[in-house]
Each structure stands twice: as C-alpha cells, then as structure tokens.
C-alpha cells in the first residue's frame, strides 16, 4: 500500500514536470503576438541553439521560414533572438502578405512585437501592380507602409516616380515623395521637391516648388501648392503659379487649368505675357480659352504693349481679347476700275465705331472695310493738301502759294485702283449672340467638378444659371486678335495719354479705336471728339483720325498764364514722328485761335481764322504754324486789346485734371 502510494506521487510529479516541460517548448515554438494577437511560426531544415550576451539565440538554416499571422518570410538562414524577439534573415529574403504583397531584399531586420521590418540590399515592394524598388525600405506589415531615405523607384503601368525619400502606402496606393521627386508619364512630367501621388487615380498634390511640362515642352504649369489630375488633365493650384502655354503666359496668386478644353483661370496679381506681340496684361481675375483664343480679364486690367522705346500701357474695368474673323468681299459687279470717292466708297468711321465694341459688318459694302476706309480717308486728307506731304506722309512746312485764294484750292481726287486686285476677304470684329454671351459661359468651363475648396458662385435673382459647356473648338491660328476695353479706360505712353469709355484695338490693321467722349494728351496739346482712330506702324503711333466733333487744344506758354491755341473742325488727320505729332489736316469748317510769337517768343497777338482747310504744325509738340486753304477769313489782335479769357472756340475745353500723369495711376 506504501508503495503504492509513492508510485501515485512519483507520476504526479512526473506529470507536472511534463506540464512544465510542454508549456515551456510551446512558449518556445509559439510565442503569443501582443501586437496582433497570433503566433510566431518557425521552421527550416536545421536549427541551432546558442547563448549570447543579448540572450538566448536560434540559428535556422536552409529553406527558413516565418510565419506571423497571415504574414510569411522566406529566407536562406534566419536569426532569431528569443529575448528581444528580433529576427534577422540572410539571402533571398522574401515578404508574402495576405492581398498578394510581396517584398524582396539580400537582408532583413524584423521587430516580431511591432510587425516592422528593416530591408536592405535590392529591395522591391509590390503587390503585383505597383513595384517599389530601393536599398533601403522600413516596412510596417502591419500598416502595409513603408518608407526610404536613400533614394527610391516606383513603376506603375507606364509610369515611373524617383525621389530621394519617399512613404509609400501600399493599401491606399498613394506615396509622398520628398526630396527631387521626378513622375515620368507618357503625358506629362513632373519635379517636385514634396509631391503626394496616388497611382490608382495619378492624382497628385504638391507640397513645395513643383514644375509639370507636357505636350513636348509646349506646356509648362508651375506651383508650390496644388493638386494636378493626370487622367483629367486639370491643375488646381493655391498659391503663386504660373502656367506657359505654346508662347502664352499666365500667373496669379491661384491658378486653375483644364487641359482637355485649353481653359485657364488665375486669381489674385495676375499677369499674362503674349511674347509673339510683346504684350503683358495685369489684373486681379483672368479667364482664358487655349484653343478659341479668348481672353477675359477683370479687377484693374492693364495691358502693356512695348512700342520700340516707348511703352503703351492701357487700363478699363474690363478686358476681352478674341480672334478676329474673315470675312467675305462682294465683288464689284463692273470690271471698270473702281473710283473711290468720299460718298460712294466709304464707311463713315465715326458710324462704325461709335456702336462699339461690335461692329456691325452689315454696313460693309464691295470692298470697303473698317482698314480701308479709315486708311483711305487718311489718304483722301493727305490728298486734300495737293502735294504738301513730305517723304514720310507728313504735311510739308513749306507750302507756297497765296493763303486764301481759290486759285490755289486743291482738286478733287478720283482715286482709280490700278494693277492691285481687291482683297478676297478681310477680318471683322466678330458680331452676335454667342459672342456677347460669352461673358456668361466663361467661368463655368473649367470642369464638370467644382473643388470642394471653391463654392459655387451664387447668381442674382432673376439670372439663369449658366450651361456647363466644355470648348473643345478650335481658333483659326492665322487670325489676327483684337481687344476691347471697357469702362474707364485710361492709355498712358511717354509720349501720349488718353481717356475714354470703350477702346478696341484689331491688329489686322494696328489700329486703336476710342470710343465715346475720347480725349488724347501729347505734351501740351489735348485733341477731343467723338470718336478718335489711333494707326500703329512696326509699333509706333503713326497717324490719329478723328472724324467728327474734331478739337485741338495746345497749352501755349506757362500754366498761370492759361493762354491756348486752338484748332477744331469737323474731321483731323494728324501725322506722327517718332511717337511725337508733326503736323495735323484739319477740314471742313475749320477754325483755330492762335497766340503768334515772335523770334524772341515774344507774344504779338491773336490770330483768328476760318477756312475749308487748316494745316497745323508743331515742333516739340507745340504749335508752331498754321496754313488755312479755301474761304479764308482771318483777324489779327493785339495782345493788349484781345479779351483773353474769353477768347474761346465753340466747343472748348480744356480737361488736364483727367489727364493721367503716370503708369501707376494706371495700377490703382
């Protein structure tokens, strides 16, 4: 019974040791996982077992492999220390997850309480869509995101990133690249010192400096701050940037473009730049249409235009720029030679202009257009002065024959058009419904999406929501461009100022229109009506046509003084030097109001006269001579018998206080 009792103790002992014995090879083998709540699996072909300062160590060799959870790691020989529960693998080390992610490395450091690996040596990361490649990757398998500072590669279908540094999420399929960051797409590029990139969507957003070309270098977008939808082609930046557009530019504090409909947006410090005509427009919001070549500019618009040495700047509450179109010409039905007369052939200019900014292209007849009248009235008033033009078209100083007598009136020109065939077509400013409604379609172009950062823009009562329309249409590239400016329009030049209402200017034939109450300051002189016509040549002013309500007013000595010569009539042709008037037609009816000096600039009287036609002419943009032609009447008094405030034209006025008297008035 005694021993009995002594067996049943030795095998309860022996039993509890067994326990202990069992418990502690299955807390060896599988080791419970705190971060994951799994176990740790090892196996190979050989294992060894070996103390170390740092604790009890494991030696697996041949055909090791890790299992955590739904992770495993293959390798040639695996390192585990059984206190810190780290690992190390060795040669063909391999990363399988759950989803189809697979890593690759020479060498791997594993944290089995974190899931965090340490990969060195040839690394690659994918999961089989998207690959990863580097020497050094930090990978949390648990996150499924890992990270490398000493340069990085990631392919995508047909898309490759590089970067210095780099955090690539491999559940979201979006990486943050820092440090040279370069995307190579088929359709774009990009360089970026801290870009986001999504290679699902290839959506990107920037962080800091970043610059996108595409379209073979024909594109360049620049940003420090923004996103850019590479499948959509849109750019949405915040902050300063600027986008170059096959010779255009723009830049403003916020820049938005479609690239599908060429369309372009910029807020805040906008500048457009055209480098083909050597033009900047600023302003506070810019809307721009790539391929139909329209542009509309708001919140003090200022375009700058460098004329040789001189710069022309003009400002207006807003600003519309558009492609001209061609037009059509009738055919004279006789195949005589056309003769050209002032009630035949020609558009009253005054008419076509003063229903601006759209000209009405109805009123043209046969080959008469707005270039060919304005032009042939010029060359009817050179005409009118019977061989007084000098070899640059200006009026001669020298004229010879008696003032006043009709034996010396000038004939009346037939113009015949010799040899020189009429043009087939011309271009007109563009008339009608879609083009005035344009202003209405503009800002909702850019996307089918609004950013969620921009609220819709809220419409008045009683003001239809605009149509989406996307404008894929593209402009006749050969097209010369005209401009309107409207409201408050200001021009500022070194050498002449202007004011107005409306202004258009068509470069098919490099002139300025100024419509409704014009006035033009050159130095001293200021010149009114009720339209004026400004020609440009090779960039500089070369003749003013007005062609009704026509006044001069030149400031003649000191401003205390309040002494004026003046000129009016019904039309003037005034000639340009260098930017700087020379002498000027005035007819019919004209009429001036002179102060002659002597040879010491002394004054001798006024001079008061009327003819059919007037010649004036200046030196340093002062009246210095006066010629009347046909019915002549004229009076001479002295100084000191004239009534000088008084002695006034009908339709005076001297409005110097509107005169602008530097660009940066231009800007306020």
């Known amino acids: 019974m005694a021993n009995s009792v002594k067996l049943k103790k030795s095998v309860a002992v022996l039993t509890v040791i067994l326990c202990i014995m069992l418990c502690g090879n299955i807390a060896l083998a599988q080791s419970p996982d705190t971060a ?43 390192y ?26 020479n060498y791997l450091r594993y944290i089995s309480d974190k899931k965090l690996a340490y990969m060195h040596g040839n690394v690659s990361l994918t999961d089989g869509k998207n690959n990863l490649k580097t020497e050094d990757l930090t990978y949390d398998l648990g996150t499924k995101v890992g990270n490398y500072e000493n340069g990085g590669w990631l392919h995508n279908d047909s898309t490759d990133v590089t970067s210095r540094a780099g955090v690539y999420d491999v559940r979201n399929k979006v990486a943050r690249f820092t440090g040279d960051a370069v995307i190579n797409d088929p359709q774009y590029k990009i360089w970026s010192d801290d870009l986001e990139y999504s290679t699902e969507t290839k959506f990107t957003r920037f962080f800091a400096k970043s610059r996108l070309i595409s379209d073979s270098g024909k594109t360049i977008l620049q940003t420090k701050n923004g996103t850019y939808d590479g499948k959509k082609g849109i750019a949405h930046f915040i902050g300063h ?25 910029g807020n805040g410090n906008v500048i457009c730049i055209d480098t083909a005509h050597h033009s900047r427009l600023f302003c506070g919001h810019a809307e721009y249409f790539h391929k139909s070549r329209v542009l509309w500019a708001s919140i003090i618009p200022v375009m700058e235009q460098v004329n ?32 050209i007369t002032d009630s035949t052939l020609h ?32 060359d009817d008033s050179i005409s009118l002065s019977a061989g007084m033009t000098d070899d640059t078209g200006g009026l001669k100083n020298d004229t010879a024959g008696i003032v006043g007598h009709k034996k010396n009136k000038a004939p009346k020109r037939d113009t015949v058009v010799k040899q020189v065939p009429p043009p087939d077509y011309t271009w007109i400013v563009p008339t009608g419904p879609k083009y005035r409604k344009l202003d209405t379609i503009m800002h909702v172009s850019l996307s089918a999406e609004v950013p969620a950062s921009e609220p819709r823009k809220k419409h008045r009562k009683g003001i239809a929501t605009p149509v989406k329309v996307i404008d894929t249409a593209v402009a006749d590239t050969t097209a010369p461009m005209f ?24 470069r098919s034939d490099s002139t300025i229109r100024m419509i409704n109450e014009p006035i033009a300051w050159a130095h001293k002189s200021q010149i009114t009506g009720d339209t004026i016509l400004l020609l440009l040549d090779s960039n500089e002013l070369r003749n003013m046509y007005v062609p009704n309500n026509a006044l001069v007013v030149s400031q003649s000595g000191p401003d205390k003084a309040q002494l004026f010569d003046q000129v009016q009539g019904k039309t003037l042709t005034a000639f340009f030097k260098h930017n700087e008037i020379s002498s000027m037609l005035v007819w019919p009816d004209a009429e ?7 040879e010491h600039d002394a004054y001798m009287g006024v001079d008061q006269g009327k003819s059919v036609r007037m010649l004036v002419f ?20 002295p100084m000191e018998k004239a009534d000088l405030q008084n002695t006034k034209l009908s339709r005076f006025k001297w409005l110097i206080e509107e005169r602008p008297k530097t660009k940066e008035e231009l800007f306020r």
Request: charged share 25%; with cysteine; glycine share 8%.
């Open 36 to 78: 994951n709540k799994t176990f740790i699996e090892l196996s190979a072909d050989n294992v060894i077992g070996f103390k170390t300062d740092s604790g009890d160590m494991s030696k697996f060799i041949g055909h090791a492999v890790f299992r955590q959870g739904t992770d495993t790691l293959y390798c040639d020989s695996l």
């Open 80 to 105: 585990q220390n059984k206190t810190t529960r780290i690992l190390e693998a060795y040669s063909n080390v391999k990363i399988a997850q759950e989803g189809g992610t697979q890593g690759t490395s």
């Open 241 to 265: 940037s600027s986008l170059w557009n096959d010779g255009e530019y723009i830049e403003g504090d916020s820049l938005d473009y479609n690239k599908i409909t060429g369309y372009g947006l």
């Open 308 to 339: 040789g040495k001189d710069t022309f700047y003009m400002r207006g509450d807003t600003f519309y720029s558009a492609p001209m179109v061609k037009m059509k010409l009738t055919k004279p039905k006789t195949k005589s030679p056309a003769k």
């Open 347 to 378: 558009v009253d200019a005054a008419k076509a202009d003063t229903t601006a900014p759209w000209v009405d292209t109805k009123k043209t007849v046969g080959v008469d257009t707005e270039r060919f009248s304005f032009m042939t009235k010029i």
């Open 483 to 506: 401009f309107i400016a409207w409201n408050h329009v200001l021009l500022f030049s070194d050498s002449m100022q202007g004011k107005c209402d409306s202004i258009v200017y068509t």
């Open 592 to 598: 001036c109001i002179y102060y002659s000096k002597d």
């Open 618 to 637: 200046f030196e340093d943009q002062k009246i210095v001579n006066i010629k009347f032609q046909d019915d002549v009447h004229q009076m001479v008094t």
